[in-house]
């Protein structure tokens, strides 16, 4: 990736993320039907988010937006966020997040530990609540905050248009015929999907929303019930998936116990969806290379109880 001039390289690795292969999770998957993901925890603030939240900072900077006299303010339920505050920290930056009171204690200590300023919105109005109040305090002072907004910049997707599809094409050798991601921001499922559309166009896309409105997949939106993301591009996915909390979260133990993978639970509903659509392949008798997203990693979510079931 493209990087800000003043950043220390040993922070500059964003993406290039490894491709692991998913083998014995399933019957259904085999030599002829493959799943891989994609660990996003690799990043060096330990998400998919990453690759969103540098693209994002660097164009601000780029476009006169973003710079020492400015805070960086958004909304967002922990990752985005935790992009944005190393980032800034290492740019000598400041940051404002407005998070749902119902953050995880770890994320909260990640942020304050960067030095993010942290304002607190209602549990119950989720990260929706969180992006009614960062628009009120932009609107308020304008001139003070570069208003990130994740869920309307286009810098967003662009990051995975750029940068996690050419990474899928080349780690699969051009072998991918299935795209399977969970819709937050919807950022990684439209850029990716976008650039995969134009250079391996007979590939699959399938996108991954909760069940429910409400919910236990940090990181995901049920469009149906939620504010629509302005770069969300509704037409893109050949199919849409649901998936219940409780079945990314059985998925989730399965990945540690199983696979030694420890990852949260949106990749938990991502590798769920992927198995289903695995398990109909292989009873088609198709020829398969799926390729999901592991956002983050489980240890974000370790004092959730889901863990002991
Ligand atoms: C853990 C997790 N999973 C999935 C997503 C969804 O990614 P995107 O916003 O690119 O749709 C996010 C976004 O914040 C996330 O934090």
Excluded at 198 to 220: F, I, R
Aim: aromatic share 6%; glycine share 10%.
């Amino acid at each position: 990736m493209k990087t800000g001039a003043s950043l220390p390289s040993q922070h500059l690795r964003v993406g290039d993320t490894p491709l692991i292969e998913l083998q014995g999770l399933s019957p259904a998957l085999s030599r002829r039907v493959r799943l891989f993901a994609k660990g996003e925890w690799h990043n060096p603030g330990g998400s998919v988010k990453d690759r969103a939240g540098l693209r994002i900072i660097q164009e601000a900077e780029r476009a006169g937006l973003m710079g020492p006299k400015k805070v960086l303010l958004d909304a967002t339920s922990g990752n985005t966020g935790i992009a944005y505050s190393w980032i800034c920290a290492a740019l000598g930056y400041k940051v404002t997040l407005t998070v749902p009171g119902s953050i995880a204690p770890l994320r909260r200590a990640i942020l304050e530990s960067y030095g993010a300023e942290l304002m607190f919105t209602s549990p119950l109005e989720g990260t929706d609540g969180a992006i009614r109040e960062a628009r009120l305090i932009q609107a308020a002072e304008p001139s003070r905050y570069f208003y990130a907004d994740q869920y309307n910049n286009e810098n967003n997707w662009r990051a995975h248009y750029d940068t996690t599809a050419v990474e899928i094409l080349a780690q699969t050798k051009n072998e991918l015929t299935h795209f399977v991601a969970g819709l937050g921001t919807s950022g990684t499922f439209t850029g990716t999907s976008r650039r995969l559309r134009k250079l391996a166009p007979k590939v699959k896309l399938h996108s991954v929303e909760p069940d429910a409105a409400l919910h236990g997949l940090d990181g995901l939106k049920h469009m149906a019930t939620a504010i629509i993301p302005g770069i969300y591009d509704d037409k893109l996915a050949d199919e849409k998936m649901a998936v219940s909390t409780d079945e990314a979260q059985a998925v989730c133990r399965k990945l540690a116990k199983d696979r030694g993978l420890l990852v949260g639970p949106s990749g938990g509903a991502n590798v769920a969806a992927s198995l289903r659509l695995a398990e109909r392949l292989a009873e088609e008798g198709a020829n398969a290379l799926i390729v999901t997203i592991l956002p983050d990693n489980g240890e974000r979510y370790l004092s959730e109880r889901f863990w002991k079931e």
